[in-house]
Structures are given as structure tokens and as C-alpha cells.
């Protein structure tokens, strides 16, 4: 029930306490109104808008609002939930926002206006329209000079003008003016006027890749899990499975004898009993000990393991066992409950560990579940919530005429899935096109398919701590992977040490959590900044790339042949900043492309040197052939790639030659006219010459490979010299020999 208010012939916002947050119909299938928040209450969880199986807990916390803004708040926000985004909005183009916007902006848009509400707390305001253009400058200043990233400032700010974008339709005193950084008189905030391009922008050019040091690792130890150990892990699982399944929920006729023939079996062949070794047991055994300053306690039997390997009742196993144990007084209780799988995977050339205990058995599971998760988000380029979707059958395989083998995955996705009128669409939509994928992320897919029973490849149910909630989905929530992310590193590690592997040691990452937004990012910055384009295992990402360009094709949205673009221009951009820098303070360049390396570093100082690019201007760098510039030091060299001269392109002086884009340095000729040299790359000759030496010296080298390397240090020893006799500078004054 609503209390209507006309003004102008405009319905306003003033819900009663007991209506509904969000109408029932927008709710996920299955959703009660019993589940849906009242206006009154004092949270509100919106996840039920969500129909995404990934869908985490999106919940408003109200009590921590002023009471005296309380109650304008809460009708602002209903209205925002419930109304279509005014006009005003839809028709400023700066404001990238739709009729319709997803669950998950509404809330972080009402988060905002709980961060202003909170900050106006200790200032005499009794409501909404109180608040001045003053203040809102003030609250702006003050955010802005606090350690807060700029995209989140800007993202505050614009909820601030879509409150006030909503004025016509709310109480009077609910109305805020218009903000300063919206009104053109003033001419807005430098925060929000130097920030909206960025915030515009935003997609994976903000996220941080995952460092080199971390990302190979973590991938080594996702393959080996998913190549070596699944065998065992899903063994293990499906004998734990048989014991469950196994274990009657009532009590058997023959039970007790069963159980103390069992005993007598173990006591004749020295058995310990099967015990039950959670970490929760250990705590507890270990606070006795500290307690009363005497042994632990023996371990409990594992009733569970008993029960389902006889085919008895666990209430049987607890009624009984220990009047049991007393007739076998030489019987004791085992550390843990082993199953009987043999262990064939190796590390090193030896088992990866002894027999899998029953309760061990879930953990191993989660960590093969994320192994899969790991390289499905990493080697897959497919976006997070889309990964986190995808479901049994994904993954077809195509054998070509041609000899070839193509695999595809088919999910689905939801960033830009609108309607006809650009409304977001919350149950979203298969893909039109597939992804096509390397073998790895295929075999993940089949291990996955192995290891789940329902329909989703990353189930929540999967776990020990699971709890049903019906506004939930079924699968994995993001947060949910990155605290299985930090779990696998852990269990990775522990096994490296284990068995002396400490190079394959997973640090912890400098950005910080490892997000699967960020595998996206990282497999693009490895592309284009490791030359052959080479990860951990001998996997090539030249496979990678012509995957991902072939998965998609026809697509027109932000995509990761855009990302791709976006690393080249990020990396190309890198490479002539530093270069101009090094310029400026006189290092010299030598080889036939020196002139052209000298006016590219000259004209990125000139048009790009210290300002943040926009994404025009990323396009630009990557068009200009003046400023096709790549370094490669493993070469000590530096690329001015001209495609109808480069010997490195098959399509030189051909009508095609531009389809090659950028250098092969696998293909690299010393004669080609695009290489220029500088004295960082001569610096890093010198190094290898000096490395060269001393392996020559040492005497222990044999005759063939000693000639060799006396014929490399001579050609890089020629290298240098050549560099000091014609390299030029670059200084204010102009070119120098």
C-alpha cells in the first residue's frame, strides 16, 4: 500500500512501510514474497533481482544512515528500484547509464548516497532538501582529496546527480538540488570534470594483470592438478561417494555383528580402527592436552567411514562400538580414515602423496574444482560471471577435414545483453557465437563434468560450508572465487615444499586478491609483452590468440580483441615514454632505423607525454605506423616495424603485408632495415659477453658447444663495437654523431 501524492499531475514516491522493496515479478523464479524486504525493514537484500546463478548477497544496511535522512532515503531508493531512470539521464550521453540499470549498480548507487548521508550526520540537516549546493561541493573536495580511486569518486558523484535526477517524482523534502559539478554556470568539480572520461571508460584497462612471478606458478599448479592428480582426487571422491551412498539411514537387521566382526578382522591383522581427524577434532584434543596437562584423548572412531563400509546405520556404529572395543582391548584408533584408491600421480618421479583420508577428500575436490577454474578463466578469455555459468556440455569438439582439432564453448553472458529499448535483460542469453578454445580449457571442462553431478560446472553446493538460499543462485559468487583462489596457492605451496619444488613457489600477488577479472586482463598483457609469446608448460599464446580471434568473430562490444588492442597501445605507449626519457638524458641509438626511432620517441613526447590516454587515443597510437615500436632485449634490440620491409613478415612488399600487425620475433633476421639499437641493449650484450667468458673458462665445456659460444661472443663483441662507432644522441640541441 502506497500513500499517493499528486504534484503536477506526477504521482509521488511515498511508499508505506509494508510495501514490497521490488515487485514480486522481477524476482528469480521461485522467489516467495516472503523473501522480498519491506520499505520498513532494516535491511535490504536485493540479490532475488539478480537472476544470475553467480549472484552474491546484495543487501542495504539501513541502520547506519542519520535518522533524521532515514526516511527521504529509503523512498529515493524506492524509487530508484522501481522507477525507469528519468529522462534527463537517459539523454545526457556522458552518463552511460539505461532505463532499466542491472541490480548491482542500484545498490552501489544507494551505498553512495549512504556515504553522503553519513558524512552530512554531524551537520544540522533534517532532510534531503536541506542539502545545498555548498555542501555538495564540500563532501566533493573532501572525498577527493582522500585515497580513493578516482573511478570511485567519479561513480559517487554521478549517484549524487541521479538522486537529484529523480526529484520531480519524490516528496518535496526529499528533493536535493542540482549538483555543482553538473551545473554548467559553475562549471563542476575538477574531480568530476577531469574524471568522467575515465569513468566512462572503465572495463579491464583499470584492472591490474596478475603479476609474471604469480601467474606462471599458479597456472603450472592448476595444470599439473587437473593433468596428474585428478585421477586420484576423482577416485577418491566417487569411493567416498559408495561409502555415503552405502550408509542406511535406519538400523539393519545383523548390525552389531557385522561391526564386531569387522573389529576382530582388524584386531587379528593389526589394524588400528578408522578414526576421525578433522581439524576441528585436532583443536579440540589439542585444548585437553593444554587443559589438564596429560595426553590428548584417542581419537574418536570415524562412525560415518564404519557405517557405510559395513552397510550399517551410523547409529548402529555409535550404539555399539564401544562396548565392541572392549573386547578387543588391543585394538586402537587410526589417525584418519585413508581410503583405499591407489595414488598414481607423481611430482618429481614419486607419489604426490600417501593414501586420501575420507575427510580430506571434499578439500582435494574444492582444490580440482579450482584448478579448472583457474585455467578455464585464464586460458579461455571468457568474462567472469560467464565463466562461473557455464554448464555440462559447453564444450564441443570439431575434427576439421583438414587434420585439425577445434574446440568451442558455448555460456552465457550478460554485460551487454538489452533489450529493444537498452534495458538490461537479468536472465541474459546464450552466446550467438562460441568461444573457441585450446585443449587445456577442454580438459578442464571434461574434469569438471567429471567431478560435478548437476547441471553448473562450479556449483556452491560443492562445499562444506554450504548453505541453500533461495535469492541465491547455484553457482560460484565471485568473492566466493577468489577465497578459493587464495585457498588453492595455499595447498599449492604446501605441496611445493613438499616435495622440494620451491621455483614453483606462488608469492602472493603485489596487486593484491587474484579476481578472475584480472585472468583476463593477465593472459593479454602476456601476449603482447613476452616476446614468441610463450607461458608456463610450453603452452603458446600464438594458440591463444588465434583462439580468442576466432571466438570472436562478429562481435562489435568491448570484447578481447579490444583488450588485446588495448595492452598493445598500453605497452607500445611504455616503450616510447621510456625511450623518450632515456633520450633526453643522451642515450645513444645506432642500427638503419635509428632516424625513425628518434621521431617516434620525439612525436609520442610531443602529443602524449603526461596525460592519462583516452581510449581515442589508445586507437590512434596503435594506427599511427610512425610509432609502431617494439622492444625486444632478449635480442638487444628494438623493432620500428614498417610491415612492407620487415624480413620477419612472409607478406613484405605484397598488397597483404599489413595483415601482419606486429613484429614475429621468432622470425627475427639481424639484416632487417626496421632494428635499432640503444645502449641499455648494448649494456645487456656486455652482460651476456661477460656470461659467455666465464662459461668458456671454467674449462668444462665440450669442444663443439666451447666453438659455438666462442662465435657468439665474437658476433655480440662485433655488435657493440659497431654501436660505439655510429651511435647518435638525441639532445635538445638536436642529433649527434
Not at 440 to 465: I, M
Not at 558 to 565: A, P, R, V
Amino acid at each position: 500500500m502506497t500513500h499517493p501524492l499528486v504534484q503536477n499531475d506526477v504521482m509521488l514516491v511515498n511508499p508505506a512501510p509494508d510495501t514490497l522493496v521490488f515487485a514480486l515479478d522481477r524476482a528469480r523464479p521461485g522467489t516467495t514474497a516472503a523473501e522480498v524486504p519491506r520499505l520498513g525493514d532494516p535491511t535490504w537484500n536485493l540479490a532475488a533481482l539478480s537472476h544470475r546463478e553467480s549472484t552474491t548477497n546484495l543487501s542495504i544496511v539501513w541502520d547506519k544512515e542519520p535518522t533524521p535522512l532515514l526516511p527521504g532515503l529509503k523512498r529515493a531508493a524506492w524509487a530508484l528500484l522501481n522507477l525507469p531512470t528519468p529522462q534527463s539521464l537517459l539523454t545526457e550521453s556522458r552518463a552511460a547509464t539505461r532505463e532499466r540499470p542491472a541490480v548491482a549498480t542500484l545498490r552501489s548507487v544507494i551505498r553512495s548516497w549512504g556515504y553522503l548521508a553519513r558524512w552530512l550526520g554531524t551537520r544540522p540537516i533534517g532532510a534531503l532538501a536541506e542539502i545545498t549546493p555548498e555542501l555538495m561541493e564540500e563532501y566533493a573536495t573532501e572525498r577527493g582529496s582522500q585515497d580513493i580511486d578516482r573511478r570511485v569518486l567519479i561513480h559517487e558523484l554521478f549517484s549524487i546527480t541521479r538522486l537529484w535526477a529523480f526529484a520531480p517524482f519524490l516528496l518535496p523534502q526529499d528533493r536535493i538540488p542540482l549538483p555543482p559539478w553538473e551545473n554548467p554556470e559553475v562549471g563542476g568539480t575538477g574531480a568530476y570534470a577531469d574524471g568522467i572520461r575515465q569513468w566512462q571508460r572503465g572495463g579491464e584497462n583499470a584492472t591490474a594483470p596478475i603479476h609474471p612471478s604469480v601467474m606462471s606458478p599458479l597456472l603450472v599448479w592448476a595444470l599439473r592438478t587437473l593433468t596428474d592428480l585428478a585421477p586420484d582426487i576423482l577416485a577418491a571422491r566417487a569411493q567416498m561417494r559408495r561409502i555415503l551412498n552405502n550408509t542406511p539411514k535406519s538400523a539393519q537387521p545383523g548390525g552389531r555383528d557385522k561391526l564386531r566382526a569387522y573389529l576382530r578382522h582388524l584386531d587379528q591383522t593389526g589394524q588400528p580402527v578408522p578414526g576421525f581427524n578433522s581439524l576441528r577434532i585436532q583443536t579440540i584434543r589439542q585444548a585437553h592436552q593444554r587443559r589438564t596437562n596429560s595426553a590428548p584423548p584417542p581419537l574418536p572412531v570415524h562412525n560415518q567411514y564404519v557405517a557405510g563400509l559395513l552397510g550399517v546405520s551410523v547409529g548402529q556404529v555409535n550404539g555399539s562400538v564401544g562396548s565392541s572395543l572392549l573386547a578387543f582391548p588391543g585394538l586402537t584408533t587410526g589417525d584418519g580414515a585413508p581410503l583405499s584408491t591407489e595414488i598414481s600421480g607423481c611430482i618429481n618421479g614419486r607419489p604426490w602423496r600417501g593414501a586420501i583420508d575420507f575427510e580430506e577428500v571434499q578439500d582435494l575436490s574444492e582444490h580440482l574444482m579450482t584448478a579448472g577454474l583457474i585455467v578455464i578463466a585464464y586460458l579461455s578469455g571468457i568474462r567472469p560471471q560467464e565463466v562461473l555459468q557455464l554448464e555440462r556440455g559447453c564444450c564441443t569438439t570439431e575434427h576439421r577435414t583438414d587434420g585439425t582439432v577445434r574446440h568451442c564453448i558455448i555460456g552465457r553472458h550478460f554485460k551487454t545483453v538489452t533489450d529493444n529499448r537498452g534495458n538490461h535483460i537479468p536472465q541474459g542469453a546464450v552466446r550467438d557465437f562460441p568461444w573457441t578454445v585450446i585443449a587445456p580449457v577442454q580438459q578442464a571442462v571434461t574434469v569438471l563434468e567429471d567431478l560435478t553431478d548437476g547441471q553448473l560446472l562450479f556449483p556452491r553446493s560443492l562445499s562444506k560450508c554450504y548453505k541453500p538460499r533461495t535469492y541465491l543462485g547455484s553457482a560460484f559468487t565471485p568473492a566466493l572465487a577468489v577465497a578459493r583462489i587464495r585457498r588453492f596457492a595455499a595447498w599449492a605451496n604446501e605441496l611445493a615444499r613438499q616435495h622440494g619444488r620451491d621455483h614453483e613457489l606462488i608469492p602472493d600477488d603485489p596487486e593484491g586478491a587474484i579476481t578472475l577479472r584480472r585472468f583476463r586482463r593477465t593472459i593479454a598483457w602476456f601476449i603482447v609483452r613476452r616476446p614468441s609469446g610463450r607461458i608456463a608448460l610450453g603452452i603458446q599464446y600464438g594458440h591463444v590468440t588465434a583462439s580468442l580471434a576466432d571466438g570472436y568473430g562478429g562481435r562489435s562490444t568491448m570484447d578481447m580483441l579490444q583488450i588485446l588492442d588495448l595492452e598493445q597501445a598500453l605497452a607500445t605507449a611504455e616503450i616510447l615514454a621510456a625511450a623518450a626519457e632515456r633520450l633526453t638524458v643522451g642515450e645513444g641509438v645506432s642500427g638503419p632505423a635509428v632516424g625513425r626511432y628518434l621521431a617516434a620517441a620525439n612525436e609520442f613526447q610531443n602529443t602524449y607525454a603526461g596525460g592519462f590516454l583516452t581510449k581515442r587515443q589508445h586507437k590512434a597510437l596503435i594506427t599511427n605506423p610512425r610509432l609502431q615500436v617494439f622492444d625486444h632485449p632478449e635480442s638487444f634490440l628494438t623493432c620500428n616495424y614498417d610491415p612492407h620491409t620487415a624480413l620477419c613478415n612472409p607478406a613484405r612488399g605484397k598488397a597483404d603485408a599489413t595483415d601482419q600487425r606486429t613484429p614475429s620475433h621468432s622470425r627475427c633476421q639481424s639484416a632487417c632495415p626496421n632494428i635499432s639499437r640503444t645502449d641499455a641493449h648494448m649494456d645487456l650484450a656486455a652482460a651476456e659477453v661477460e656470461r659467455i667468458t666465464a662459461e668458456i673458462g671454467d674449462g668444462l665445456v665440450p669442444h663443439p658447444i666451447r666453438r659455438r659460444l666462442e662465435q657468439r661472443r665474437q658476433s655480440l663483441s662485433a655488435l657493440i663495437a659497431g654501436h660505439r662507432t655510429s651511435r647518435v644522441t638525441n639532445t635538445p640541441e638536436g642529433i649527434h654523431a
